[in-house]
């Protein structure tokens, strides 16, 4: 399973993942967030600079049949986004974990990634959560 | 979906089928469904587009009248003319309350004199049976054969190479809106009518539910040489929608009338007496109040039902979305919704807005999509 939730992400409950890299904090959806939706079809990030309160919703992503909040997995501020999903929003069904990364925040608050669940965790908390 | 909470939600006899193809399943209206199978919405639409599509629509309602008085009862049902039917064909039409209001939209079947069969949507069967039995009960025999009938649809460019492999009833004489009751495909008894809800050429096949099974696989074995899909509702959604082809409960309702929904076509006048005349010949000397206006979005936005519709200028709030979507064989995002008549004229320019996002849409004429040669 650690293909479809890798084990250097930490998880949202509501499905986001998160990657650290010193202070910065890469984020996007997870394998689980993506099948639920289904073909994405269109993403909304916010703009570079914008700063973000854990649990904000910064953005949105829709499908043909839904629409879904996206939500800061921690508090900082928007240093990079992934403008390239603006028109190429299927990396986000294509490669949740690489070409579909959203935003990249630099946390204010390191404690925030504590408060992340690990990729057993995550695999634990989907199980409990089916249906 | 107007049915009770608490009923447990119905299976049509393809659900295994589904469950095996490793279909999403979801309630819709009461009935676990498909909505999509593993390639997902978007290549399922572009099968139907561009091959063949096979969906499960067993789920619709079959109601028969048989006896002598079997047309004059149907008649006095719906809306478009009766009278001028002959056995074979296959009609568009809807049911109407008193007040003009539409009870369901459905396809009327003239199998014989004396017979006639509607089609309708499978959220509504108990409703317009009740409606169909308190308004003509008397005057012939009426049965709700929903349950004993599976229902198939097999739709795209490709459909009728398909389907020619599977039967030797005469495919190529048989033009959109007629249909060939007591036919066999794939060794089952069939009726094949040559209609649908996707904007492509394509049919409808019945069976009685126990062939259900046999029925679909002979039908997915025959398309999938051909790029083939099983589609989901949610297909069925975008490419009906893309064929600007109304989603009773959506843009149709017990409050909207059909000359509102732009269903006059449907609407005949002039010829036999129905439920709900006096109010529409009301409403069309009157003038219509509202209209429901197909728009494309020209920014950036995806509407969806629920969806206010603004004016452009001022921002006042001018209805909601009845139904709304991406396009993907058009590239561009779509919607319905109802609109004072003065905002449904091609060109008027509208504001969708978007969860606070307002984005700007203008109102097109016609079909979204329409298939090449049609």
Request: glycine share 10%.
């Amino acid at each position: 399973m650690s293909d479809t939730y890798p084990n250097d992400l930490l998880y949202t409950e509501d499905h986001e993942w998160a990657r650290q890299e010193g202070n910065l904090v890469t984020v996007g959806i997870s394998q689980f967030a993506v099948e639920q939706l289904g073909d994405v079809t269109q993403v909304d990030l916010p703009r570079e600079g914008e700063v973000l309160k854990a649990h904000d919703a910064f953005g949105s992503v829709e499908s043909v049949k839904a629409v879904s909040d996206l939500f800061a997995p921690v508090a900082g501020k928007v240093v990079k986004v992934n403008t390239t999903l603006r028109d190429s929003p299927e990396y986000v069904n294509e490669e949740p974990y690489d070409g579909g990364w959203m935003i990249q925040i630099e946390v204010a608050n390191p404690d925030d990634l504590k408060k992340l669940m690990d990729s057993t965790v995550y695999e634990t908390f989907l199980k409990e959560n089916e249906d | 979906m107007d049915t009770p909470s608490n009923a447990p939600a119905k299976k049509t006899p393809l659900f295994g089928e589904h469950q095996g193809l490793g279909a999403k399943i979801i309630d819709f209206g009461g009935w676990l469904m498909p909505v999509n199978y593993p390639a997902g919405i978007l290549e399922e639409h572009k099968a139907t587009r561009t091959a063949v599509g096979v969906f499960d629509v067993c789920h619709m309602g079959e109601i028969h009248f048989r006896g002598k008085r079997a047309g004059e009862a149907v008649q006095r049902l719906v809306t478009n003319n009766v009278a001028g039917m002959v056995d074979g064909r296959a009609m568009y039409a809807v049911a109407c309350h008193e007040s003009g209001g539409i009870v369901d939209d459905l396809i009327v079947y003239r199998v014989a004199r004396d017979h006639f069969l509607i089609v309708v949507n499978a959220s509504n069967i108990d409703k317009d049976y009740l409606h169909f039995v308190a308004n003509v009960g008397s005057w012939c025999e009426l049965t709700n054969e929903s349950d004993a009938t599976a229902l198939i649809a097999f739709q795209g460019p490709k459909a009728a190479s398909a389907l020619a492999g599977l039967t030797t009833a005469a495919l190529d004489s048989l033009q959109s809106f007629h249909f060939l009751p007591n036919q066999r495909v794939a060794g089952l008894p069939a009726w094949i009518a040559r209609t649908g809800y996707t904007g492509e050429d394509g049919f409808e096949i019945f069976t009685p539910v126990e062939h259900a099974v046999a029925m679909w696989q002979a039908l997915l074995g025959a398309a999938s040489p051909l790029g083939g899909k099983p589609v989901g509702l949610g297909a069925r959604d975008t490419l009906r929608l893309e064929g600007r082809l109304s989603l009773y409960g959506n843009d149709l309702s017990d409050t909207t009338t059909p000359l509102e929904a732009g269903l006059s076509w449907v609407v005949k006048l002039d010829a036999g007496d129905f439920i709900g005349k006096a109010a529409l010949l009301h409403q069309r000397e009157a003038g219509l109040a509202r209209k429901l206006a197909g728009f494309v979005m020209r920014e950036r936005g995806i509407p969806r039902h629920g969806y206010p519709i603004k004016d452009a200028k001022s921002g006042t709030v001018l209805g909601e979305v009845t139904s709304g979507s991406v396009g993907p064989t058009l590239g561009k995002n779509i919607g319905m919704g109802y609109v004072p008549a003065a905002y449904a004229e091609p060109g008027t320019r509208l504001v969708i807005d978007c969860r606070g996002k307002p984005a700007l849409a203008e109102v097109v004429k016609g079909p979204f999509y329409r298939r090449t040669g049609a």
